[in-house]
């Protein structure tokens, strides 16, 4: 399984059969990230996840939640027209990878706000897996390899976000949704998780465009 982490949430999965997975390509990340795309997963509605222009790119089908279709129905049916909804519990195969639907709320942004749907996507290639949860702090059904773990948002302490790896428990965690924080401030998460991870857990960034 080949990992490439692309801008903000987006993150680029291509299965030991060949087939590419492009999770959450959203306005903070690259359209060139569906180059060549089998299949699009996408967690929720926010634009930092989802951006029709971006779908306009290519032709793949597109795996979303219900809230996500009633929006691409409004404002890019175009885009629609090529959308499977999934619920929570669903298990797929998706350009050849098996995928399972996790979760279904966003995270609280705040108490005043009504809670978003959401739910993030367990892939599984090869005997490999990763989990991408998107905007929530709920964990896989069962142990991963590699979490793509939030590191900045509205709605996440960095308390959060190094507890959420812990609980997790993957050996390797890949840094996402980090367009939030500067530069700076995403040094500072993958310090702290340095600190306070647990000897067998290792935090990982990368730069848009590379490999883990």
């Known amino acids: ?19 590419v997975v492009v999770l959450d390509p959203g306005s903070f990340s690259e359209a060139e990230a569906l180059d060549g795309a089998d299949a699009v997963l996408i967690t929720h509605e926010h634009a930092d996840h989802v951006h029709p222009d971006h779908l306009r790119t290519c032709d793949a089908p597109i795996w979303t939640i219900a809230a996500v279709e009633r929006m691409l129905r409004a404002e890019a049916p175009d885009v629609a027209e090529r959308v499977t909804v999934v619920r929570p519990g669903d298990r797929l ?13 966003h995270a609280v942004i705040h108490p005043d706000y009504d809670r978003f749907d959401n739910s993030g996507y367990l892939l599984e290639s090869g005997g490999s897996s990763v989990y991408h949860p998107g905007d929530a702090l709920t964990a896989p059904p069962r142990a991963v390899d590699v979490l793509l773990a939030p590191v900045s948002a509205p709605w996440l302490k960095v308390s959060e976000a ?30 702290h998780m340095e600190n306070l991870l647990p000897p067998g857990q290792a935090f990982e ?4 465009g590379s490999d883990l």
């Not at 399984?1 to 087939?19: E, L, N, P, S, Y």
């Not at 812990?166 to 310090?191: C, F, K, N, Q």
């Open 93 to 105: 195969d998706v350009a050849g990878t098996a995928v399972e639907v996790v979760g279904e709320k």
């Open 162 to 191: 190094v507890d959420f790896v812990r609980e997790v428990g993957a050996p390797t965690s890949l840094g996402i949704h980090d367009r939030v924080y500067s530069e700076i401030g995403v040094t500072m998460v993958a310090r």
């Open 1 to 19: 399984m080949r990992i490439t982490k692309f801008g903000h949430a987006c993150v680029r999965i291509q299965g030991d059969g060949g087939g």
């Open 205 to 208: 960034l990368r730069d848009p």
